[in-house]
C-alpha cells in the first residue's frame, strides 16, 4: 500500500464511520475504532484499484471490527465470573430486536448465495451508503441496486425473524 | 436459471401484483419450496423494521465514552438500553462501589427528563430493603444521572430455573410488598416483569427498572412490556397499584407452570392472558417471546448461540416444555391478580398474604383440596360489598367446579357446576342488599343463606353433596368450626344414603372433615371417620399419601383430644406411609417434616426431650438441605427448637434460637404474621427466665396482641396464648392475672370440653396464681384435682404435670 493509499484509505473509514453515527444520538468520536480498523486495513496489504474500491473495502473492514468488538464484548457478558449483574434499564431499543451479529452472520450467509446482493446490503447496512453510492462503487445501475436491495432487505429479515 | 434467479424472479413479480393476485400465482408455481420462501421473503418485506441503524447503534455502544461525573470515578459500561448507558462507578465519598445510569444525550426531551425524574424521584422516597437505594442524582455538561446501589445478582427468571415452587413462591411474595410499598407512596412500577426483579446471593430479590414509574392515577401512553400490561395501561388509561398487581399475577403464572429446572414459560401476549383467564383456561399457551418484541440480557443467555430458529424456522410450541398443572388454588390467585379491574385484588399486599396462605398451609393441611384462599383474603370482619360477596360465592362454586373437574368425567363435571352455580346465584339474589337485612352482605350471611337453602332438599344429591363440602370448608376457614362440621356431616349422611358410588369423593371428605369434628368437640366422630377413610383408600396396598395425610390428621385429632401417646403412634405411621413417597419425590420435603415436628411436639410435651430434640433436629437437617438455610421453613424448624429449649430449660438457647427465626421470618411473613406472635411469646418465656422482666413482659403482650390481630381473639391460640402473658407476668411478679386466665380458661373449655389438656393448662396457670397471691389451700386443691388427668393425658413425665405438683406441694 502506497502512502497515498494509507492516507485515503484512514479518511473513508472516518467519513464512512462518522456517516455511519450520524443518525445516532448524541455527538460521538469514532477516533480509536478507526485506528483499529486502519491499522487492520494496512496489515492486510489490501491493493486499491479505485476510490470507489476504498470504500467497499473500508466498509468490510469497519464491519469486521465491529462485529469482532460486539463478540467480545458478549463474550464476556457471558463467559467466566458466575456473578451476573443485572441493571435497569437495559431493554433493547425496540427498533432493532436482533444485534449486529446476527445481521453479520445472516450476511455472510446471503453472499454465499448471491454475491453483488450481499455487497449491495453490506455497504447499505455496514456502511450507511445512499442506493446512489452503491451504484457507483459496484458500477451498476441504481435501478438495479433499488431491486436488489429489496430482495436483500427481504431475504435478511426473513433469516433475522423466523416467522 | 439458477434456483435463487428464479427466487429472485418470482419475489420480483410477486411485488407487482395485489395480495390475492400474489396467493394466486404462488399457489400456482411448480416448486413448492421456492413458493414457499418467496411468501416468506414477502411478508419480511412488509416488515416496517429498520436494518440500516444496526451498525451505527453497535458502533455508538462502542465509542460513546463515560461521561466525567464529579464525586464518581466510572469505572466500565455495565450495560446500555434505550434510556441510556449503565456504568459501575466508584463514588468517592462516601467511598462504595455503585451504578450510575447516564441519560443519553438525545434523550434530553421532555418525555426522557421526566421519565427519570421520576425514577429518581420514586426510588428516593423509598427506602425499602427489596428496592434499591438512590444515592445522588443530577446533571453534568448536560447530561442527567442517576447514583445508584449496584444490585448483583441474577435475573428472576434465571433464579427460579431451579428453585421449587415453594422458593419461587416465597420471592414472588417478597416482591409483592416490595411493590406495595411503592405503591403507599404514590407510585407505581408499571413494567413488573421478572427481568426487572433481581435475586442476591442471600436470596433477597430486588425490584429494579422503576424507569417507567409514574405517579397513581396518571393516565401514559402505553409504556412497558406487552405481556405484563393490565388492560387499562395498554388502553392508556390512568393506572393504579392494580396494574403490577397484574402484572404480579403473570408472573405466578409462569412461575407456578414451570417445572424445576426449565426456562420460564414466558407469558402470551397479555390480552389474550384476560381473555384465557375470563375463559377459565388456566394455562398460557406457549409463546415465544420474540415475538412480544420484549428482549433483555437473559434472553441472549437463554437463547445462546447457535439459534436453531435462524437456520430452520419452526413453530416455538415443537420443543416448548410440559407445563405444569396449576394447583387451584393458586389458579384462583392468578385469576384474581389478573381479573378485570374492579374484581382484582385491590393492593399487592393483598396478593402477597394469599400466597402467604398458601405458603404457610394452615388450612391446607386440614383439607388439601379446596381453593378458598381467595376467599380469605376478602374476608373481613365488618362484612363486604355485595360484589365482594358475589366474586366468593361465585369462586366457590368455581373452586368445586375445578375440584370436580379432576375426578369427574367432563360432561357430569359441567352439568354439576351448572347447577352449583345456578344455585349460588339465586343465593345471592336472596341476599341481596336491596330485599335483604342490611345494606352489607357478610361472606357468613351469604354462606347462612345458602345452608338454610340447601337444607329444603330441592337438589340433586350428588350437587347437594358437593355444596355441603365446599360450605364445609367455607364455614372452617372463617373460623366457625361447629357449622363446618355440622355441614360435613350433612355431606357424610348424604353420600352414605346415596350408596357407594363414589368412594374417592367419600374419603376425601371424611378425611376433609375430621378435624373440623374434633375442634367441634365430636373427637369420637372424627376419629371413626378417618378409621373409614382408612378402609376406604386401603386398596392402595401401598405407602399412599392419603393414608399419611389420615394418619397426620389423626395424631393432631389425638393430640388435641390429649391422647399424646396414640398420637405419636399415628404420626408415626403416617411418617412411615411418607417415607418411601419423600425418597422417590412424590412428596415435599416439608410435608414429611411436618409430620416429624407434630411428633417432636408430642414428645416434647410428655417430657421425652431426647426424642423429641432428635426429631426436630432431623427435620431442620433435611430442610436446610432442601430449601436452604434461609427458608420459611427453616424458620418453623428454628422455632420449635427454641420452644423444646425452653421446655428444657436453657433459655439462652431458646432466645438464640427465636431471633434465627425471627430474622427469616421478619423478612418473609412481615412482622404481623402470626408465627411472630407465637415466637414472642416465646421470647417472652425464655426472657422471664432469665430475669429480664421488663422486656419480657413487654413482649408477652406484643406477641398476644400480634395473635389476636391475626387470627382473633378468640381462636384456640390466642386463647392459649392469655396463658403464656398470665405465667411471665407471674414469673415477674405481677400476680394479678387470674380474670383473664380464667376467662380464657372458660372459653377453651366450652369449646373443648373440661378435661381437656389446654384447659388443664389455663387450670395450672390458675393455681399457680392463685398460689403466687398467698391463696396456698385454693391453689393446692386447685392442683391436686388436676394431677389425674394431666397425668393420663400427658403421661408422667410432662412439664406441664411438673408444674401442677409443684403448684400443690406445701409450702
Known sequence: MTPEDLEASYATLRAVARRLLAGQRGSLEPTALVHEAWIKLSEAGAHFESRTHFVAVSVRTLRQVLVDAARAKHANKRGGARERITLSGLEATPAAPWEVVDVDRALSRLSALDERRGRIAELRVFGGLEQEEIAEALGVSRSTVAREWRQARAWLLAQLEPT | ?811
Open chain 2, 1 to 811: 436459471m439458477t434456483r435463487e434467479d428464479r427466487l429472485w424472479a418470482l419475489f420480483d413479480e410477486c411485488l407487482a401484483l395485489t395480495p390475492s393476485a400474489r396467493d394466486q400465482r404462488l399457489a400456482h408455481e411448480a416448486d413448492r419450496d421456492v413458493a414457499d420462501e418467496v411468501l416468506r421473503l414477502l411478508r419480511a418485506d412488509a416488515s416496517p423494521a429498520a436494518l440500516s441503524g444496526i451498525a451505527g447503534q453497535a458502533l455508538a455502544a462502542l465509542v460513546e465514552p463515560p461521561p466525567a461525573i464529579p464525586g464518581f470515578t466510572l469505572l466500565r459500561e455495565l450495560g446500555r438500553g434505550g434510556f441510556g448507558t449503565v456504568y459501575l462507578a466508584l463514588q468517592h465519598a462516601p467511598s462504595r462501589t455503585v451504578a450510575v445510569k447516564v441519560l443519553r444525550a438525545a434523550q434530553h426531551d421532555a418525555s426522557g427528563l421526566e421519565r427519570f425524574r421520576l425514577e429518581g424521584d420514586a426510588l428516593a422516597l423509598l427506602s425499602h430493603p427489596n428496592v434499591p437505594r438512590v444515592f445522588a442524582v443530577g446533571e453534568t455538561d448536560g447530561r442527567r444521572w442517576l447514583a445508584m446501589e449496584l444490585v448483583r445478582g441474577e435475573g428472576f427468571d434465571v433464579w427460579a430455573r431451579p428453585r421449587s415452587l415453594a422458593e419461587r413462591l416465597v420471592a414472588l411474595e417478597t416482591v409483592a410488598r416490595a411493590v406495595h410499598a411503592a405503591h403507599l407512596r404514590g407510585v407505581v412500577h408499571r413494567d413488573l416483569k421478572p427481568e426487572n426483579v433481581v435475586v442476591t446471593a442471600d436470596g433477597a430479590p430486588r425490584v429494579l427498572d422503576f424507569g417507567i414509574a409514574r405517579p397513581v392515577g396518571e393516565a401514559t401512553p402505553a409504556a412497558g412490556t406487552r405481556a405484563y400490561m393490565s388492560p387499562e395501561q395498554r388502553e392508556g388509561r390512568p393506572v393504579d397499584g392494580r396494574a403490577d398487581v397484574f402484572a404480579l399475577g403473570v408472573m405466578l403464572r409462569e412461575l407456578a407452570t414451570t417445572p424445576m429446572g426449565l426456562p420460564l414459560r414466558r407469558a402470551p401476549d397479555a390480552r389474550s392472558t384476560a381473555d384465557s383467564s375470563r375463559e377459565g383456561q388456566l394455562l398460557p399457551t406457549d409463546v415465544d417471546r420474540r415475538t412480544t418484541g420484549a428482549r433483555t440480557e437473559s434472553d441472549d443467555a437463554r437463547h445462546a448461540d447457535p439459534r436453531p430458529g435462524l437456520a430452520t424456522p419452526g413453530p416455538p410450541e415443537a420443543t416448548a416444555p410440559a407445563a405444569l398443572a396449576l394447583a387451584p388454588e393458586l389458579a384462583s390467585v392468578v385469576r384474581m391478580a389478573t381479573a378485570p379491574l374492579e374484581d382484582r385484588y385491590d393492593s399487592a399486599q393483598a396478593f402477597a398474604d394469599d400466597l402467604v396462605r398458601f405458603r404457610s398451609r394452615d388450612v391446607v393441611r386440614a383439607h388439601p383440596s379446596t381453593p378458598l384462599y381467595r376467599l380469605r383474603c376478602l374476608v373481613r370482619r365488618n362484612g363486604l360489598g355485595l360484589a365482594a360477596a358475589t366474586l366468593v360465592v361465585l369462586s366457590l362454586a368455581t373452586a368445586a367446579a375445578v375440584f370436580r373437574a379432576q375426578s369427574l368425567r367432563a360432561e357430569r363435571e359441567r352439568a354439576r357446576a351448572d347447577a352449583i352455580r345456578t344455585f349460588l346465584s339465586a343465593t345471592l339474589e336472596r341476599a341481596n342488599p336491596l330485599t335483604g337485612s342490611g345494606p352489607r352482605v357478610t361472606v357468613v350471611e351469604a354462606i347462612d343463606a345458602a345452608a338454610r337453602r340447601l337444607d329444603d332438599g330441592s337438589l340433586a344429591p350428588d350437587v347437594e353433596v358437593d355444596l355441603r363440602e365446599t360450605l364445609s370448608k367455607t364455614y372452617a376457614s372463617l373460623g366457625q368450626e361447629v357449622a363446618a362440621y355440622q355441614q360435613a356431616q350433612k355431606a357424610v349422611a348424604l353420600l352414605d344414603r346415596a350408596g357407594g358410588s363414589d368412594d374417592e369423593q367419600r374419603a376425601r371428605l371424611l378425611r376433609g372433615s375430621a378435624d373440623f369434628g374434633a375442634h367441634a368437640g365430636a373427637v369420637t366422630v372424627a376419629l371413626e371417620w378417618l378409621a373409614r377413610a382408612d378402609v376406604l383408600e386401603r386398596h392402595h396396598g401401598r405407602p399412599h399419601l392419603h393414608l399419611a395425610q389420615q394418619g397426620h390428621t389423626r395424631g393432631e385429632v389425638l393430640m388435641d383430644a390429649g391422647r399424646l401417646a396414640e398420637a405419636i403412634a399415628a404420626f408415626e405411621d403416617a411418617l412411615t406411609q411418607l417415607e418411601p413417597l419423600w425418597r422417590a419425590g412424590d412428596v415435599e420435603t416439608d410435608d414429611y417434616t411436618s409430620v416429624m415436628n407434630q411428633e417432636a411436639a408430642a414428645h416434647g410435651l410428655m417430657g421425652h426431650f431426647e426424642v423429641a430434640q432428635g426429631l426436630y433436629e432431623r427435620a431442620l437437617e433435611l430442610d436446610t438441605k432442601t430449601y436452604g438455610a434461609e427458608h420459611l421453613q427453616v424458620a418453623n424448624d428454628l422455632h420449635n427448637l427454641a420452644w423444646l429449649a425452653l421446655r428444657r430449660g436453657d433459655a439462652e438457647l431458646a432466645l438464640e434460637r427465636s431471633r434465627q427465626s425471627r430474622r427469616l421470618r421478619v423478612a418473609k411473613l412481615g412482622a404481623r404474621h402470626h408465627r411472630l406472635g407465637l415466637l414472642r411469646l416465646v421470647e417472652a418465656e425464655a426472657l422471664s427466665v432469665l430475669g429480664r422482666c421488663d422486656d419480657a413482659v413487654r413482649f408477652a403482650r406484643e406477641g398476644l396482641s400480634i395473635l389476636e390481630n391475626a387470627v382473633g381473639a378468640e381462636a384456640t391460640r390466642a386463647l392459649r396464648g392469655q396463658f403464656t402473658l398470665a405465667s411471665v407476668k407471674l414469673a415477674c411478679g405481677d400476680v394479678d392475672v387470674l380474670p383473664e386466665v380464667q376467662r380464657a380458661t372458660q372459653a377453651l373449655a366450652s369449646r373443648m370440653g373440661p378435661g381437656q389438656w389446654w384447659v388443664l393448662e389455663g387450670r395450672v396457670v390458675e393455681a399457680e396464681a392463685l398460689r403466687a397471691r398467698g391463696d396456698l389451700e385454693a391453689a393446692q386443691a386447685l392442683a391436686r384435682s388436676l394431677v389425674e388427668d394431666l397425668e393420663r393425658q400427658l403421661g408422667p413425665d410432662a412439664p406441664l404435670l411438673k408444674r401442677a405438683r409443684s403448684a400443690a406441694k406445701d409450702d
